[in-house]
């Protein structure tokens, strides 16, 4: 435990921030102790035994201190737990504090109880096993529960104790008042003498709480409240009522406490950020500048969360090296774990499509990942995460489709209880950024996936080429955090690397080929789309102006004066969908969304499959084609450029040009020979692309970053 006396830490970040290792009175720290059932009490602050000296008049208590060390050759900070020194002791250790070997000879010569603190806690270089193994010899008590350190290292620290035979200690290392006595040691002993004794002789048992990012978040934030209000800073009425309660109050329930601590910083974000989203909107970001200070306000209230966050990914440094050097590797290997972060999961389009795919094969265990999202329902699969939104914000020119931007806390905490080797982040939006967020600041590594050639995405809808360039700026430094960038084909990967991206590899697609298949032909299917004509050309996608679509029924509208007997089928929606339709153009209908079975139907019952898309970098719609064996018509741009294969599985033709798209269309309408043959070339290459092939790529990918003390998985071998 600590108190207001506590001041001599040495803690870099607490100095610059100006607040104080504790702000909590020794007298408190006593009462809470005998209320949650102590028998004895003692408080250890930094190099300083005034703390306890104030409760030394009370029963039960003796004086302890947190004594500042290092181990010399190294200048690795450490801190010692010394319990029943007197003043004298206190007084006579400073000169040893220096040297670690010279402290404890002092302690032993003495007779001094004591044990080494949060053993794996990193307060400068990273501890290594030969640190390690040095402090093993040297101590013959180590701390094996601190209340405030997260479990996964209290948890190491013990199995090594244990391993060499060593005492084990624990202790609440309370600083905000809200964990006082909720981790303990337990041990014999009537009267501290032989408690004490009985923990220096090995039979200490810690209980208790381990600490958490929530934890250490709310001392850092009761730190900061304390700090305020000894400086003199002004409160409302109703904030210091709230703030009393709050950090003040004891509660019976220390993790209730922290519950309701969260509660109230959510509730604040959200209104703080609502003030500042108030009237904002993407045409309109002129009105935020009145709102900024309640924007910054919502984002100093989840630093603690952010801080803390970064703080504990910071202190596990290292522990991997040191399990793996004190205990054989099979014993503490683990599957691989991979968290996916999506801005579209429920949509109709192709990156959508492969995140389903991939919960679903998440779901039943044939890939090792989770898929993140936001939405405005929870799903109902194990295998997606769904944050709710905090704020929605519908997309500019296409207010069909959301940008959905989730709490960053609630991204941390599940990142955190989650605990993947890699995380995942498939597109560069709110979603995926806070996916980004979080693995960076716990030091997870980070794939992207590159879906959507999003600067000429935004120049078709925006017609303005500052947004556009503004776009690729963001798109490309968002993917270049990314340890390894997955491209959908070789063409785009090339694109990325010579735009810098330094590592880059291909994640190709699959299709499903016991759906789209050519046995799923139908006459009704066809009879309903062809009417009284005879060659049905078949466009999938989304209904919006940067598929341009425009350009496929300008080229159809050609075709259409010449053959007559072509119809065109238009399957999807979008925003161009009703400017599109109304047109009444002969020949062409919209039949809307289709999925599952009844796309599959119509893929195989048409004739030509047509694609003039530009932005697309795979064009998952042009596998389904070819699984279904259509030839197709595509421009030379994006995924298609490698997908379709010219004169060989379909014709490719220059993008953006309506004459072209349509004398390939009409070749391939006077030649029904022709049409077969490529389709029958189409099918082939797409029974050669299986999404095993594709899961495989991502999960070699995934183990390529995640280190070495993953069990191996099937797919990676």
């Known amino acids: ?55 030394a008049h009370l029963p039960d208590t003796f004086l302890s201190v947190e004594v500042t060390t290092r181990l010399p050759e190294d200048d690795v900070p450490l801190h010692v737990l010394v319990w029943n020194l007197s003043e004298e002791d206190h007084r006579d250790l400073q000169p040893y504090r220096p040297s670690v070997d010279e402290l404890v000879a002092l302690l032993r010569e003495r007779g001094l109880a004591h044990a080494l603190a949060h053993p794996l806690y990193r ?12 402090l093993l010899a040297l101590f013959t008590v180590w701390e094996g529960r601190n209340g405030a350190r997260p479990e996964d290292a209290n948890v190491l620290a013990s199995r090594l104790a244990l391993q060499r035979g060593l005492g084990l200690s624990a202790g609440s290392d309370d600083h905000g008042a809200l964990d006082i006595a909720s981790t303990w040691t337990e041990a014999k002993g009537s009267n501290v003498d032989s408690f004490l004794a009985d923990i220096m002789a090995g039979n200490g048992r810690p209980d208790g709480a381990h600490g958490s990012t929530l934890k250490l978040a709310h001392a850092l934030a009761a730190l900061a409240v304390n700090a305020y209000r000894e400086a003199g800073g002004k409160l409302s009425p109703l904030a210091a009522t709230q703030l009393r309660a709050l950090f003040d109050d004891d509660a019976a329930d220390p993790a209730a406490r922290h519950e309701e601590i969260r509660a109230v910083s959510r509730q ?17 970001l002129d009105a935020l500048g009145s709102r900024l200070s309640a924007l910054v306000s919502a984002v100093a209230v989840q630093a603690p969360y952010l801080a803390t966050s970064h703080h504990h990914a910071g202190s596990r440094a290292g522990l991997d ?65 769904t944050f709710a939104p905090d704020w929605t914000l519908p997309l500019p020119t296409y207010e069909r489709l959301e940008l959905r931007f989730p709490l960053l806390t ?7 209880a989650e605990r993947p080797d890699v995380v995942h982040v498939a597109t560069p939006g709110p979603v995926g950024v806070c996916g980004l967020v979080a693995a960076r600041l716990l030091g997870i590594p980070v794939i992207g996936s590159y879906h959507t050639e999003l600067g000429p995405y935004a120049l078709h809808l925006t017609k303005d080429v500052l947004v556009a360039q503004a776009m690729d700026i963001w798109v490309d430094w968002f993917y270049k955090q990314c340890a390894i960038v997955l491209a959908p084909t070789h063409a785009v990967a090339e694109a990325l690397r010579a735009r810098g991206h330094r590592r880059v590899e291909v994640w190709g697609r699959g299709v499903d080929t016991s759906l789209f298949t050519p046995s799923r032909r139908t006459s009704l299917a066809r009879d309903r789309l062809l009417r009284d004509g005879q060659v049905l050309l078949l466009s999938v996608g989304r209904v919006s102006e940067e598929k341009r679509l425009e350009v496929l029924l300008d080229a159809f509208a050609r075709v259409h004066a010449q053959r007559p007997h072509v119809r065109l089928a238009v399957v999807g929606d979008g925003p161009t969908r009703p400017s599109l339709e109304a047109r009444g153009q002969a020949g062409v209908e919209f039949v809307g969304e289709l999925r599952g079975e009844p796309l599959a139907e119509l893929y195989a019952s048409a004739d030509i499959f047509c694609f003039p898309s530009t932005t697309d970098t795979f064009g998952q719609v042009l596998l389904e084609a070819a699984g279904s064996g259509l030839p197709a018509v595509a421009v030379a741009a994006g995924g298609a450029a490698e997908l379709v294969e010219h004169r060989a599985t379909g014709l490719v033709v220059p993008p953006d040009d309506p004459a072209a798209f349509a004398d390939a269309l009409l070749e391939l309408v006077d030649d029904a020979p022709l049409r077969l043959a490529l389709g029958r070339h189409a099918l082939a290459g797409a029974q050669a692309r299986t999404w095993e092939s594709s899961y495989r790529q991502l999960v070699g990918a995934y183990t390529s970053l995640a280190g070495p003390f993953l069990a191996p998985h099937a797919l990676a071998a």
Do not use: W
Request: charged share 30%; hydrophobic share 35%; proline share 3%.
């Open 1 to 55: 435990m600590h108190s207001r006396f506590s001041t001599d830490t040495g803690n870099y970040a607490l100095k610059r921030a100006r607040l104080g290792e504790s702000y909590t009175d020794p007298e408190r720290v006593y009462r809470v102790c005998k209320q949650r059932g102590m028998r004895f009490v003692t408080i250890s602050d930094h190099n300083t035994v005034e703390g306890a000296l104030r409760i």
């Open 321 to 385: 090296e040191i399990q793996a050097a004190f205990f054989d590797d099979h014993e503490e290997e683990h599957e691989l774990r991979a968290l996916v972060f999506t801005d579209t999961f429920d949509e109709t389009n192709g990156v959508a499509g492969t995140m389903r795919r991939l919960a679903a094969e998440g779901e039943r265990g044939a890939v090792p990942v989770r898929v993140a999202t936001a939405r405005a329902e929870p799903g109902a699969s194990p295998s997606v995460i």
């Open 268 to 284: 604040l974000t959200q209104l703080l950020g609502g003030r500042a989203r108030e009237g904002v909107t993407v045409q309109r």
């Open 410 to 416: 609630d991204v941390l905490e599940c990142v955190e």
């Open 123 to 134: 307060m400068g270089a990273t501890l290594t096993p030969a640190h390690v193994e040095r």
